[in-house]
């Protein structure tokens, strides 16, 4: 379901403002290139073919492609349903992902902590791995930013 809606926003920003089209190719990128990274990392882990993740990409293209070769109307308010739409989907994905960060979660494990045990070491390692992925994102955010500046 994301990469359908993924692929419908794609296209809708694209078709309505095709200039974008080299911002919106890094955006994809950046977002989609360490996504796809750590998720066939992960299917090889469990001995999973990486091909999996086909289908996926698959769906944002089956959804992108017809909506981006339409002539779709150039109005404020057309362009205010896309960038809501898209925001809309963004917050969606992000508020439903928010919950597997607690102890117990992928987070803790990547820790190697135990979920009973949430003070002393435990609690530094937790802290540790997320202040890992709040430099990460930062300075993945940072390199988004110089490659958009060289565009």
Known sequence: MHSLGA???IGAVYATM???GAV???AIVSHKGPAGYAAARR???RGASVLLLLAPAAAVCIAAVPVGLIDPPTSDAFHAVVFGAATGLFLHVAIDF???CGWGSELSRAARVRPDSQ???TAR???N???HAVWSTLAGSMLVVGAWALL
């Open 125 to 127: 390692r937790v802290g």
């Open 7 to 9: 692929g419908l926003v």
């Open 119 to 121: 003070s002393g070491p």
């Open 18 to 20: 095709p200039a974008l």
């Open 43 to 45: 299917l090889r882990r």
């Open 24 to 26: 919106l190719g890094l």
């Open 129 to 131: 791995v997320r202040h």
């Open 98 to 100: 928010l919950p597997r």
